[in-house]
């Protein structure tokens, strides 16, 4: 199974890879693939983290923003990820990590048969509420680094909470690297995935391009965006002299 790994720059994408496969290495046969836009940051940094054999970990440099090469051409990764397995396959699960993008990237279903989305609590407690597709629609959202809560000003519960309503119920982990409870959700969750892909009771599902929402203003109508879904807007009334 591949495991797309996405959210905005700083919110502990890598540092959740490594916990991952500090936990889940003893049992299952894992690879890694980083995605950055000129470097190899990322993988040098799992790489010397020490929590997976060196040659498992693969970067791939995007050279564009970091949406380009897992949404709209996915052939770097799709065959990093193709070279992981013949090198060490069979394998349980490959980790692609984005680079850190922004609350609009999402995975393409034929790169990843799963996703996860990570936003921080130093990032704002409010960033949850803005909303887009992968916090809405990912497989699962996770919130990371909630130690820091009480750093920043940030009521984790709340946060947790507003990320469970934009999803209508889909799961949500918050989580700490220093919190071992948390770690056993985040792993159990890959654990039930990769169950039900094993029995073809999962299905690679596309968040899109862009979440339902709504803008201020008056009456609500169906809009539909270019390569996106019908949705509903509330539009503020046009200025004199504007088209409505």
């Known amino acids: 199974m591949r495991l797309g790994v996405a959210g905005p720059v700083g919110t502990g994408k890598s540092s959740l890879i490594a916990t991952l496969c500090q936990a889940l290495s003893g049992e299952l046969r894992l690879g890694v693939i980083t995605n950055d836009i000129y470097t190899d940051e990322d993988a040098r ?105 009480e750093h920043v000003g940030v009521d984790v519960e709340r946060m947790a909470r507003e990320g469970r309503e934009a999803r209508a119920g889909s799961p949500v982990v918050a989580l700490s690297r220093h919190d071992a409870a948390s770690i056993r959700m985040l792993t159990g969750w890959v654990r039930e995935t990769l169950a039900r892909y094993r029995t073809g009771d999962h299905t690679p599902v596309d968040p899109g391009p862009m979440a339902p929402h709504f803008h201020a203003g008056q009456d609500g109508h169906l809009h539909t965006h270019a390569d996106g879904p019908t949705h509903s807007h509330d539009h503020a009334p046009a200025e004199a002299g504007q088209d409505a």
């Open 45 to 149: 940094f799992l790489k010397s983290a020490g929590v997976l054999d060196p040659e498992r970990i693969r970067p791939v440099e995007t050279g564009a923003c970091p949406h380009t090469a897992i949404r709209d051409d996915v052939t770097a990764n799709l065959l990093a990820a193709e070279d992981l397995e013949a090198d060490f396959g069979p394998l349980d699960l490959v980790v692609i990590e984005s680079g850190g993008d922004n609350l609009t990237a999402t995975f393409s279903p034929a790169l990843v048969d799963a996703q996860l989305f990570v936003l921080d609590v130093a990032g704002g407690g409010d960033v949850v509420r803005k909303g887009g597709p992968g916090i809405a629609r990912a497989d699962l959202l996770v919130i990371n680094k909630t130690d820091l809560g």
